[in-house]
């Protein structure tokens, strides 16, 4: 089974997009043959900073390989070191019919959140598609908010191998459990975009105090909180704690005579916990950044030798060749 999956470099990589997309991932290397970009390309339709784009995307394969990415399990690579992935994404845009772009909610909401209307933003399920179908992908982890994605996917594939005859393998949706439910520190979906996330790995001092930030109800320490599974600290204390841990959390605010604050000093020290390993691995990643940069090379040399041949076989398919 051949896994896919890719992550934006539009920012330091943070605890959503650890626990929505780069766990699970890591998680799946041992289950298939992994192949994992860092979406440079799509990147651009949102990010304008050149130098910005290049610190995030090392950022995001340093922090990969810290919290337990294995080059010798999966691919890692650049999306822009392998060029088919846009010469793929223009031959299936002359199959792509205007009204399944224009019925994609992603744009629609991007749009809503103050992104510019450019092509890009409005191809970009056609690229994705072609960042898919490019690996001849057998499954693909997503979360449901992204089920849509991997349906253009399947239409595309679908339009272009009845025009010119079976090319593409049609991928399956992989769904990730709790993924795109990560709540940020305003209780909305963790986004960049809304700046309310915390980082995988930011300083000490600054994610205290970004963490004791979370607003919280008016209710006294003293008060019960029956809701308390609802509170937006005990949610990311579940994803960053065991069980037995979690629901001690839970009760103590239920009974009452726990204060919000040192809730979220709780929280704290739970994050700084969970990433502590991970974090000695990256001040060593930090200090060997040749061998970063050479896990890339290698990944992109492997994904291209399979981007190629599924390349050509498109080409051939549509009389390109």
């Known amino acids: ?14 605890i959503g997009n650890y626990f929505g997309m780069m766990k699970p991932s890591i998680e799946l290397q041992d289950q298939g043959e992994a192949f994992y970009f860092i979406a440079d390309y ?26 337990g990415l294995d080059p010798k399990k999966a691919v890692l690579f650049k999306q822009s070191d392998v060029p088919e992935h846009v010469e793929l994404s223009w031959i299936l845009s002359t199959v792509c019919p205007m009204g399944l772009l224009e019925r994609c909610t992603s744009y629609k909401d991007k749009i809503a959140k103050g992104l510019s209307a450019n092509h890009g933003l409005f191809a970009y399920p056609v690229l994705m598609a072609a960042d898919i179908l490019i690996y001849d992908a057998d499954s693909v982890p ?9 349906e253009v996917t399947r239409d595309l594939a679908g339009k272009f191998n009845q025009t010119y005859g079976e090319t ?36 000490e001092k600054p994610t205290r105090k970004r963490l004791m930030s979370i607003v919280m109800d008016s209710r006294t320490p003293d008060e019960p909180k029956p809701d308390a599974e609802e509170n937006r600290a005990i949610q990311l204390i579940k994803l960053l704690a065991d069980e037995a841990t979690y629901r001690e959390e839970v009760e ?4 009452g005579g726990y204060g919000y604050g040192d809730l979220k000093k709780r929280l704290f020290e739970l994050y700084w916990e969970y990433f502590r390993e991970a974090r ?33 076989r498109a080409r051939k398919a549509c009389g390109l060749e």
Request: charged content about 25%; glycine content about 8%.
């Open 1 to 14: 089974m051949r896994i896919l999956s890719g992550i934006q470099p539009t920012g330091m990589p943070h």
């Open 42 to 67: 799509h990147s651009m339709t949102s990010l304008y900073d050149a130098q910005s784009r290049r610190e995030y995307t090392q950022q995001v394969a340093i922090d990969f390989l810290a919290c």
């Open 142 to 150: 997503v979360g449901r908010d992204q089920k849509q994605h991997v």
């Open 168 to 203: 593409f393998r049609m991928p399956e949706p992989r769904f990730r459990e709790g993924a795109g439910t990560v709540p940020g520190l305003d209780g909305q979906k963790m986004s960049k975009s809304y700046n309310n996330t915390v980082e995988i790995f930011g300083e």
């Open 252 to 255: 103590k605010l239920k009974a």
């Open 280 to 312: 000695e691995r990256r001040s060593e990643l930090m200090n060997n950044l040749d061998y970063v940069d050479t896990v890339l090379a290698e990944g992109a040399e492997k994904a291209r030798s399979i981007a190629r041949e599924v390349n050509q």
